[in-house]
Structure formats: C-alpha cells, structure tokens
C-alpha cells in the first residue's frame, strides 16, 4: 500500500465510511429490497438470468409494466457496494425507472471481493453487458439504444465498462460514483490489500471514460461528504471531449442512500436525464 501519513489515512476513512455518514444506510437498504421484491411480484421480469459460470454472474431483465409495440430502449444498473458486498435482489426497485420511460431495466451481479479481484470484477460487468448487447433483442430490446448507469462503486464499474467494451452507448449516469481509486488504496477500503498501484494506474479515472460518443451525466448529493463531491465534479471533467459533453449537478438535500431514491421519483433531475438520453 502507498505511503501516506496517519492524519491523511484518517481523513479519508471519515469521507468513504458511509454508514459513519448515513447512518440511516442499513435502514434504506431495507427499504430498497422491499420496494424490489415489491417491483418482482408485479412480473414482466426474469430473474437470474446467467452470463457466466458462476452463481454471481446472473442479471435480472425487467421489461415496462405498459410496454409500448416495437424494439425498447434499454437502461443496464450496476450497484454499489465498494466491490465487496450487496446484491442485484437489493436494487430491483430501480426497474420503476425504466418503468417510468418506458425501458427495459437490466441489473447487474457481479462476484465480489475478496473472493475475486477488481478485475475480475470489471470483466464480469463487461461480460453482462456484452449479454445484453448479444441478447436483449429476445427481451424487445434495442442493443443500438443503451444506458449505463451505476451508483457509488457501480458508477465506477459502469463508467470502466463504457471505456473497455468498445461499443458506442446513448449515455451513461453516474451517481454519487467511486472513480479515482488513490483514496481507496490509502484508506481502510484496502484493508484487505486488493488495490495496488498497477489497478490504480489501469483504472485511473481519466481512462474511464468511453472513447466513442457517449454523453456523461454526473449527480451527487449536496450532504455527501467532499471527497465524493470532489468524485463527481473530476470526472465530468474527465467526461468532456467531442461527442461526450458532460453534465453535472448536486442535488438539494439529498445524501449517498437517499439519491439514488430520486432516479424512481417522477420529474426528479436523475429520471429526466435517463428519458433524455434514452429520448424518452
């Protein structure tokens, strides 16, 4: 692990402990899985479909509750959880978004740390997003019409997804992401030594952006810690080149659980940039 002082290592494990700052986390993520098993009961989903051999390297396929005739756009999710903890069954609420614009809704699993390495990690993303370009016509879906999005580590994975692929996406969202891996590696996230400076270097967050057309829309909450402001604000930076304008915007009131419930509120700034890059 890089050098770096005590009074930096505490800093930064204030600004990436998330339960520390939301205490209320624990509590939404509940809500959050009920709200999902909630959204699976009102069908017009398939569940666990694989991309790969194994248990974790499934996805979830939601298609609109009011689905209108002809090929549908298509809004792929990857959760947070800092690489190492939740689950797709925790995040199927997010299908009310694509309800909302009339998308189909893909959400992501991934194998986890510490089991597996950040890279496999991204190639998991990768693999299920080729899935879904290869697959989704069997759902109705247009592979040429896809969002990314993720929210927290989710960002960071879908932003890398959108740089490795080599496809061109309408767009992608980032939420409250996780994209410059140096605080990471000099916090108690790398406890478990899973970043070194190779992964930091090949992940760097200049390099995760797509090299094709695809516009980035960037959102953190206004109690988020600096540090994950910061996150955002560098990254549409990054964004920003022909083709790929970026947007950012903080939102009022809102903390690193409670954003991620305005991408189901209706006329929420998240929502209207999902139905504007999908041209909903």
Known sequence: MTEFSELERKTLDSQYFIRGIVPEWDSKIDEF?????????????????????????????????????????????????????????????????????????????????PDFGLENIVQDCCEATRWVIENIREFDGNPREIVLCGHSAGAQLGAQVSADIGKS??????????????????????????????????YSAHLAISSLPCPGHFFYGEKEPLEFQRQSKEQATFWRRPGSDAFISCLSGENHASILEQLMTPKSKILNSLKYLLGA
């Open 169 to 202: 996406f309408k767009g992608f969202i980032g939420i409250s992401g996780v994209y410059d891996l140096s605080p990471i590696q000099k916090c108690f996230l790398n406890d478990i030594g899973f970043l070194g400076n190779d992964l930091v270097n090949k």
């Open 33 to 113: 899985s009920y709200e999902s098993q909630m959204r699976r009961e009102k069908g017009n989903c398939h569940l666990d479909i694989p991309y790969g051999d194994h248990s974790r390297q499934v996805l979830d396929v939601f298609k609109p509750q009011n689905q209108k005739p002809g090929a549908l756009p298509v809004f792929v999710f990857f959760h947070g959880g800092y690489w190492r903890m939740l689950d797709k069954s925790n995040f199927g609420n997010i299908a009310f978004a694509g309800d909302a614009v009339g998308a189909i809704t893909v959400i992501v699993n991934y194998r986890l740390l």
